[in-house]
């Protein structure tokens, strides 16, 4: 590994090309809400409206999360633990806590 390779900078998913469009679809819907919102907040709509929206935006981000932790079980984790690489559970751990924060 180079100098410039550190803190997990080199490393790359491989998404087959069908996830990587089913994210994409799914990141430029929520991009399109989080637009919707801050027009309704430019806009003074009712706040109970916003909150709605904003937990709708949520529960889209945390179904992304979903199909990207299934990915990475499935792919990363998988080939790291057989490759003797038991370093990828403390790095899982540390996702989880990163998913559960929210």
């Given at each position: 590994m180079t100098e410039e390779c550190?803190?997990?900078?080199?490393?790359?998913?491989?998404?087959?090309?069908?996830?990587?469009?089913?994210?994409?679809?799914r990141l430029n819907r929520i991009e399109g809400q989080i637009r919707g919102i801050k027009g309704m907040v430019e806009k003074d709509v009712y706040c109970d409206d916003i909150i709605t929206q904003l937990s709708?935006?949520?529960?889209?981000?945390?179904?992304?999360?979903?199909?990207?932790?299934e990915g990475h079980l499935k792919g990363?984790?998988?080939d790291r633990l057989a490759e003797g690489d038991d370093a990828i559970l403390?790095?899982?751990?540390?996702t989880f806590q990163k998913l559960m924060r929210k």
């Open positions: 550190t803190n997990h900078s080199c490393r790359k998913s491989h998404h087959p090309e069908h996830v990587k469009k089913d994210l994409t679809t709708a935006t949520q529960s889209a981000l945390n179904s992304v999360a979903k199909v990207l932790l990363c984790v998988k403390d790095e899982l751990v540390t």
